[in-house]
């Protein structure tokens, strides 16, 4: 038997390497498509399938998140307090333990320029919580733990110690300038890890004695116990949110903590959407190419039969002249799937250089055994979708009229059906390519015409962050900022200057609750809004006038108890549908009060949040002065006369000039900055649209061939029609009527895989719906009119068939 498979294997060898054109095609076909299925599976696999590096615990940990009555439904990232996280581990028996963290800037000086680091502090048992310990050094302690500002000790990320500290084995106990503070170094966690996504370095953290219970700014994560389910977890977390909200009424009426498993709390919907919708589209180019390889099978099956006839009246066996077609088609596919590798090796560097953003830590897209299986899956599949019907072809041989027809290349009935039934199917899946390309493409264009409120022209970014005890009162940070307003409008170009706490169209703003002067509501009840601190320049910088009221004076900016508000259209219209907002009152709640402020200003209404990511909640903007927030991490909006990146360098320099010790970062025009937010999108629906390309040639290769074919095959035919007096433009429309019957049925059936498709990409999509009419029809239609176009060749071809040139050659 291995003898015979050998010899199958030699024989297989030899017959592709006399067709070398057919070899080569067949070759690019599969190794494209496997290729490219390979390297959406790898993203796949590291989103939703690799085991997280976690340790044996990476299944069971969990994360929580705070919900509330009024929040909005679409705003999943809201953290728990540490007390709501105390009664929630100590009634929990599903729960193992329960750990926090919150994400912070660090500035680190070890000599030149201040650096600016993202960290985190963290109770000191997250990391035994998540399994991971220091590759050099010890773990936090609980009595490391102090409150922000004061701690005592630091442990770097693997990177950050090769990159700073030269992989010194003697970092342990080396001293450390961290926000002007001294610290030391008590260890280095291991290669990769950098927990939540891309930190360096973590401080250890707990809450003041008196930590309110309201503060919902913690990132919580749990682990399951042996044998407790998700579901038994949330039901004693509902009932924990239902007795916190009987006893402290004030601070808990209304909230209640949803948990997740780790990967669904930082894989959301679209990105499950966007990977599994991409996966399929992949697959339909695999099965498109699969379908062509079948089809030239079946034709060169077909000017075979001769010579299958002759070795079959020789003696050869059917079973074995199938076993010599599969051993073909695996070969192919075999060589296939090693180039395919190869291609999804470039292909998956390539995308990672094109990528702005560092992945998470725990996304890892090198290939490991789930990919690998996955590759030879597609080889073994491939090889049965394209070899099985022309083996099959080979079973059913008509010896006798084989040895007298054969050298006609003629096939039988059944393998016409085949080969129709193949190329109607390369239509129906090209149309879901082409109707999900065309969703994601239109979805593109209206992220980047989406109005965002404000002139985007001219205006530069970047953020800046201050730290070190003399910023420690607010004052003494307001009185910063003021100067660094100054400083930025006194310099040649500049027109305006702001700093404020966020970036329009980039991140939204803090979540906030308020209520209307007037307007009894019960506590839980309040209006979920989005708050932005500010200097009183943001509304001119932003090329946008106040639609009534004023501006903040620069005392109300500088002023931690100032009672002012300005509050965007949206939110006066919510809270006084049918009054003047301005001189009303609104109660900003917040730790564990509230506090009541006049409206001076009603704004247009800006969009924050990143576009396509907007909430109800972000849509209602409340902006305070500077100092009622407060806050060290700050953003500089620049308006300029001329190219904003231009004046980047000096506008570094006037800030450095004032201190050269705050690190500046995300330096970028108003354009990059929504480039950066909707890259995914123009990525992603870029590479749909190239699958749909492909698609689409692969499509109309098919018809090309097989209406090439079928002409060759009914030269006869076509001659005798022509001797008897029919005309070329008979023949014409004879063969194009052909190729449009087979796109009329393809694209009637890809109708059904397009709406599956379709109603997949319905969470990514913005601006357009996943059943919009003219996606369909047009692309139909579309498809219809290529196909027609590949079918004119052939056509053409049998139009001028000679009457008498055929009868001869036949």
């Not at 679409?74 to 919150?102: C, H, K, N, P, T």
């Not at 300038?177 to 250890?204: C, H, K, T, Y």
């Not at 004030?250 to 930082?266: E, H, P, Y």
Request: with cysteine; hydrophobic share 50%; glycine share 10%.
């Amino acid at each position: 038997m291995l003898d015979d498979l050998l010899r199958d294997l030699r024989h297989a060898l030899r017959g592709l390497l006399r067709r070398p054109g057919f070899t080569a095609a067949a070759l690019a076909i599969l190794g494209l498509g496997i290729g490219a299925s390979t390297v959406v599976f790898s993203i796949f696999n590291a989103l939703l399938l690799r085991p997280l590096p976690f340790g044996e615990r990476g299944a069971r940990i969990v994360a929580l998140h705070s919900t509330h009555a009024t929040q909005a439904r679409d705003w999943a990232d809201s953290g728990v307090s540490f007390a709501d996280l105390r009664d929630l581990a100590a009634d929990s028996r599903a729960l193992e333990a329960v750990a926090g963290y919150v994400g912070r800037n660090f500035t680190l000086a070890t000599g030149g320029e201040a650096e600016r680091l993202r960290g985190g502090s963290v109770t000191p048992d997250l990391f035994p919580l998540l399994g991971v310990l220091p590759q050099l050094g010890r773990p936090f302690r609980a009595e490391d733990a102090e409150p922000p500002g004061l701690e005592p000790v630091v442990l770097l990320s693997h990177g950050l110690w090769q990159r700073r500290f030269g992989a010194d084995p003697h970092v342990v106990g080396r001293p450390l300038q961290l926000n002007g503070r001294a610290v030391s170094v008590i260890g280095v966690m291991p290669p990769g890890f950098r927990f939540p996504e891309r930190d360096d370095l973590w401080v250890p953290w707990r809450p003041p004695a008196d930590e309110r219970r309201d503060r919902r700014y913690l990132f919580a994560l749990g682990v399951l116990r042996e044998g407790a389910s998700l579901a038994a977890a949330q039901a004693e977390a509902d009932l924990t949110a239902t007795r916190l909200a009987d006893r402290h009424p004030d601070t808990n009426r209304g909230w209640g903590v949803k948990i997740l498993a780790f990967r669904d709390s930082v894989v959301g919907t679209p990105a499950r959407a966007l990977s599994t919708s991409l996966l399929g589209a992949v697959g339909f180019v695999l099965l498109i190419g699969c379908a062509n390889l079948a089809n030239l099978l079946l034709a060169r099956g077909a000017s075979r039969k001769r010579e299958l006839a002759v070795r079959t009246a020789l003696g050869a066996t059917r079973a074995r002249l199938v076993r010599e077609m599969l051993v073909e088609a695996l070969v192919l596919a075999a060589a296939g799937g090693a180039l395919g590798l190869y291609l999804s090796g470039v292909g998956l560097d390539l995308m990672l250089a094109s990528w702005p953003e560092v992945l998470p830590y725990w996304v890892r897209l090198a290939p490991d055994g789930r990919v690998l299986l996955f590759a030879l899956g597609l080889c073994v599949t491939s090889a049965l979708l394209f070899g099985l019907g022309p083996a099959f072809g080979a079973a059913r041989l008509d010896l006798v009229g084989d040895l007298r027809d054969g050298t006609r290349g003629s096939s039988g009935p059944a393998s016409r059906r085949l080969e129709r039934a193949l190329v109607v199917s390369q239509v129906a899946l090209c149309l879901a390519l082409l109707v999900g390309a065309n969703l994601m493409i239109r979805s593109f264009i209206a992220l980047q015409s989406a109005p965002s409120g404000f002139d985007e022209g001219r205006l530069l970014s970047l953020r800046l962050y201050l730290a070190g005890d003399a910023y420690d009162p607010v004052e003494a940070k307001a009185a910063f900022f003021r100067r660094v307003v100054e400083s930025l409008q006194a310099l040649p170009g500049v027109t305006a200057a702001v700093v404020t706490t966020s970036v329009p169209t980039d991140d939204g703003g803090a979540p906030a609750r308020v209520v209307a002067e007037g307007n009894p509501t019960l506590p839980g009840e309040e209006t979920g809004v989005q708050v932005v601190g500010t200097t009183p320049e943001l509304f001119e910088t932003l090329g946008v006038g106040l639609l009534a009221g004023r501006r903040f004076t620069e005392a109300e900016s500088a002023n931690p108890r100032a009672e002012v508000a300005i509050v965007n259209r949206g939110l006066a219209t919510h809270l006084w549908p049918r009054a003047d907002a301005v001189g009303r009152r609104l109660g900003w709640v917040e730790n564990g009060g509230t506090t009541w402020l006049t409206v001076v200003g009603v704004a247009p209404d800006v969009l924050y949040e990143e576009i396509g990511e907007d909430t109800s909640q972000s849509r209602l903007n409340l902006f305070l002065p500077y100092a009622r927030l407060g806050w060290r991490s700050m953003a500089a909006l620049v308006r300029t006369a001329g190219a904003p990146t231009a004046a980047a360098v000096s506008v570094r320099g006037a800030i450095r000039a004032l201190d050269p010790g705050v690190p500046l970062y995300d330096v970028r025009s108003m354009a990059e900055v929504r480039a950066f937010t909707t890259w995914e999108q123009r990525f992603f629906g870029r590479l749909m649209g190239g699958f749909a390309a492909a698609a689409l040639l692969l499509a109309c290769v098919g018809v090309y061939g097989l209406l090439s074919y079928a002409v060759g095959r009914r030269t006869q035919e076509i001659g005798v029609r022509m001797a008897l007096g029919a005309r070329p433009t008979d023949m014409l429309r004879m063969v194009l009527s052909e190729g449009v019957r087979l796109a009329a049925v393809g694209a009637v059936l890809g109708l059904g895989f397009a709406l599956a498709l379709a109603h997949a990409l319905r969470a990514i999509l913005y601006g357009v719906s996943a059943t919009d009419p003219l996606a369909f029809a047009g692309t139909a239609l579309l498809l219809l009119a290529v196909v027609l176009l590949a079918s004119l060749l052939p056509a053409r071809r049998a139009a001028q068939i000679e009457p008498m040139a055929a009868l001869r050659h036949e």
